[in-house]
T-cell receptor
Framework: KQEVTQIPAALSVPEGENLVLNCSFT??????LQWFRQDPGKGLTSLLL?????REQTSGRLNASLDKSSGRSTLYIAASQPGDSATYLC????????????FGSGTRLLVRP | DGGITQSPKYLFRKEGQNVTLSCEQN?????MYWYRQDPGQGLRLIYY???????QKGDIAEGYSVSREKKESFPLTVTSAQKNPTAFYLC??????????FGPGTRLTVL
């Protein structure tokens, strides 16, 4: 059974710091992996999607990497801002069930001014 | 405006009552999904539909039912058989397997 784990559950950093959020998974037979942002009481916003054949994707200050052999993905946030405060969730699609997303429990990020 | 709408934003249910959560999309997406989110946890799939008049159970379908009579609409009914329905419910749609677009959510509370 595919499991997705995100550690730490919560993270607090001062403004301007570069930071890395981690996502690990147990089965390397994935179709793709996606990072989402969720603000309190709101829906999810897609940040980056990495296909199985890719190693990384970048959008502005965000960079996501994927290493299937080690079962890890990281989301790198450069020069963090208070507006980055939110919960970040990773989710993946398995090769044999590509319509379904399997979610981690998220990392709650607080960027202090 | 294109997007996914969910209503109501907040819903209160008495014990033994069935309630229906609405999800509508005007993105012309074939696939639609229902997820449940509990505090401090990720999303778990309740039901999904890849095409009109067809749907499949997800990981936690017990106590829930859905219908997909129109492409734009995928309502979720929380039945009295669901013993712990208090949660945040999220609807999503997708044109393909590449990404899913999420609605704003409905928070259901059992009184």
């Amino acid at each position: 059974k595919q499991e997705v784990t995100q550690i730490p559950a919560a993270l607090s950093v001062p403004e301007g710091e570069n930071l890395v959020l981690n996502c690990s998974f147990t089965d390397s037979a994935i179709y793709n992996l996606q990072w989402f942002r969720q603000d309190p009481g709101k829906g999810l916003t897609s940040l980056l999607l990495i296909q199985s054949s890719q190693r990384e994707q970048t959008s502005g200050r965000l960079n996501a990497s994927l290493d299937k052999s080690s079962g890890r993905s990281t989301l790198y946030i450069a020069a963090s801002q208070p507006g980055d405060s939110a919960t970040y969730l990773c989710a993946l699609r398995r090769m044999d069930s590509s319509y379904k997303l399997i979610f981690g429990s998220g990392t709650r990020l607080l960027v202090r001014p | 405006d294109g997007g996914i709408t969910q209503s109501p934003k907040y819903l209160f249910r008495k014990e033994g009552q069935n309630v229906t959560l609405s999800c509508e999309q005007n993105l012309n997406h074939d696939a639609m999904y229902w997820y449940r989110q509990d505090p401090g946890q990720g999303l778990r799939l309740i039901y999904y539909s890849q095409i009109v008049n067809d749907f499949q159970k997800g990981d936690i379908a017990e106590g829930y039912s859905v219908s997909r009579e129109k492409k734009e609409s995928f309502p979720l009914t929380v039945t009295s058989a669901q013993k712990n329905p208090t949660a945040f419910y999220l609807c999503a749609s997708s044109p393909s397997v590449d990404t899913q677009y999420f609605g704003p959510g409905t928070r259901l509370t059992v009184l």
